[in-house]
């Protein structure tokens, strides 16, 4: 059983904070690596991805992957109280396709 | 681009009853997954469809199913509906490996 774990939650961190969030995977053959934010009664939201072991930038995203440790991060710069979401870690659930096997999320809230 | 569009977005079946949910990709894209999401389970992949092939399927009963036409459109059936089917059925278009697009899903309710 290919497993992806995420803390629960809630992370709670106030305006202009570093948030970091943590995910690990079980399947040590696994090659893409996604963040996905959703809001309360919508629909997850593809934030960034990556493949490369090491960060990768986008705005105040930062992804963090580490395939020896079979881990995967997220940073949030400058955190604010529109980031408080439930972000979703993502791994490719197969050698081939796009579906993804999904954590149960981290419920991050911003306070002003 | 219109994004990933779902139809319907609520429905309320029985117990017994079966289900159609349908759902238009992205423009140009291909690839089509369903996932199930509920509270306790997270989000569970189904299945995936590419080019009217199903090219991965997840942990679910024969109960199940899905279809892919020739205009990257896509279906996913469920028969003999049980309580437990309630959730949010979430329709996915890929073009590339870069990532999943989200619909705004179907939700389902069993009475």
Known sequence: QKEVEQNSGPLSVPEGAIASLNCTYSDRGSQSFFWYRQYSGKSPELIMFIYSNGDKEDGRFTAQLNKASQYVSLLIRDSQPSDSATYLCAVNLGRSGYALNFGKGTSLLVTP | ?111
């Open chain 2, 1 to 111: 681009k219109a994004g990933v569009t779902q139809t319907p977005r609520y429905l309320i079946k029985t117990r017994g009853q079966q289900v159609t949910l349908s759902c238009s990709p992205i423009s140009g894209h291909r690839s089509v997954s369903w996932y199930q999401q509920t509270p306790g389970q997270g989000l569970q992949f189904l299945f995936e469809y590419f080019s009217e092939t199903q090219r991965n399927k997840g942990n679910f009963p024969g109960r199940f199913s899905g279809r892919q036409f020739s205009n990257s459109r896509s279906e996913m059936n469920v028969s003999t509906l049980e309580l437990g089917d309630s959730a949010l059925y979430l329709c996915a278009s890929s073009l590339l490996a870069g990532g999943q697009f989200f619909g705004p899903g179907t939700r389902l309710t069993v009475l």
